[in-house]
């Protein structure tokens, strides 16, 4: 899987993109991923629309044709995806879980009200393979963002000039136990190890959030030295739905990183997604810190 | 065994403390334990010696006989603790990784280098649980401040007017189970659940920081809904070092877990010091929070 993907990385080709029936219906939280696929998918001939979300999306998806709905306004989304044939869905970019208690449905809502309902508790995965099986369910085809475009995931190998260190690289194995660990009970997808030590694990901070964390406890000295040491591990979650969850980094995750003083960040190769690939690695390469795929074996324990 | 502490609880003695055979030794970091042990201590009719590490213990520790030590002060400790003829000790109260730049090392230090450098790496576990080895091998009986003194111990079931609720049963389920999954990699000792979701892991940040950080996340609607709800699960990690670094609760955790929005904070019983007892279920009462002590069997999985 990580080869076919750094493959597809190697030689950037949409075969995904170009095999789909009609329009591409995006549904676009933050980030610049929804802007990024609707320009993918353009260039290779298949006409988009974006479905906004207020308060999450950027303006930037306004140069598409495009939907703004609030949360909750389930009856609008809907009939935004069927007056553009969008029967292919990507729903990309992340989100803050709403309080419902500030939520105005609509009737489209109220007609999905025990859905909605049963959205409010679980863990992230729990609730977004719901979100994937609801539409599913009324006839949508869910994809991932890295099927219908996959040199948007990061490829297997070093992709900076800096390689891990021998000790870099036992952290790396370390941070993936961890991570693992983590996934298989829904709490999060990254964390950082420095010299053998977890620093910090991710739950519903985010990575930035951790990140900056990370940042504070080596300003008051919790870290041991001052040198660069440590590293960041992303991973999905064993058999979480990353048609909707999948993790991505940027160049705001390197930034924070080498704020943190890290030496460096290691992904599931074909598992992680970066939209920003050339600003991500040249971000990295003058912060001195190193990007790595790692082979990931989503089965693997 | 947590029913043994339950007991102990109950009805307090303390024949660990009377069973010691000379004085005993009170290595100092942080918090009320060190002098509410000397405390206990010295109402048993054992005398004690505290060695106090410099900008971590409190100064109330000098009204008892005491030594002021900075870190690297390896000498000076050996000294003193056996001027004082003290072969008992007990370790207690965290303390913060020295920064090993700026860790001015004393002739007894400089003898023990390569104990120390080997302490500059690896998860706290692994550093202790040498701390501990370190003292052993040079004669001296470590032990944990709740062998000595079990009435320092969470007792097993309701400590509060409140009990927890079937929703609160399932969250303290699912924490405990995520805090040990957690331990055995060496990662934390709590974490935070609300409503199915893991909200929080602690790492490096310490418990109080884990919690801050859930008060934040509620304040930006990260938790969704305002009512109370979750619960921070404390517990060892599976088979680490108890006698140096036994998981602790007091009024301050209350108060954090209380501006966090948790409904309460359940303890592996037995196995958390509570060193002040009353201040601390007061606390818990006065902001309608429950403590609970969940059967804690360190072998189970």
């Not at 553009?84 to 109220?110: E, M, Q, S, T």
Request: neutral net charge.
């Amino acid at each position: 899987m990580p080869q076919r993907r750094a493959a597809d990385d190697a030689a950037p080709t949409v075969p995904e993109l170009t095999k789909l029936s009609g329009p591409l219906g995006i549904i676009a939280g933050q980030g610049p991923l929804p802007r990024v696929l609707a320009e993918l998918a353009i260039a290779h001939g298949v006409p988009v629309h974006v479905v906004a979300i207020r308060g999450e999306a950027h303006e930037e998806v306004e140069g598409f044709s495009h939907t703004w709905i609030k949360w909750g306004e389930i009856g609008k989304l809907f009939a935004a995806l069927e007056s553009h044939a969008c029967k292919d869905l990507v729903i990309i970019g992340g989100v803050n879980r709403p309080d419902f208690g500030n939520v105005r449905l609509d009737i489209g809502a109220i007609k999905t009200l025990p859905f909605l309902l049963s959205l409010a508790k679980g863990g992230d995965d729990h609730v977004l393979s719901r979100v994937v099986r609801f539409f599913e369910e009324k006839g949508y085809h869910v994809h991932g963002a890295g099927d219908v475009a996959p040199e948007l995931l990061a490829q297997e190998g070093k992709l900076t000039t800096k390689a891990p260190s021998a000790e870099d690289a036992s952290d790396i194995e370390a941070a993936f136990k961890v991570v693992r660990a983590l996934g298989r009970l829904d709490v999060g997808q990254c964390a950082v190890v420095a010299r053998g030590r977890v620093l910090a694990v991710e739950a519903a901070e985010g990575t930035d959030g951790m990140l900056e964390r990370c940042a504070e406890l080596r300003k008051v000295g919790r870290t041991w030295g001052t040198r660069p040491a440590g590293v960041l591990v992303k991973a999905p979650k064993p058999g979480q739905e990353e048609r909707v969850d999948m993790p991505t980094i940027g160049p705001k995750t390197v930034r924070l990183a080498a704020a943190a003083g890290l030496s460096g960040i290691a992904m599931a190769a074909g598992h992680v997604l970066m939209a920003e690939r050339d600003a991500t690695i040249k971000a990295a390469n003058e912060s001195k810190l190193f990007l790595f795929g790692e082979r990931w074996d989503p089965a693997a324990d």
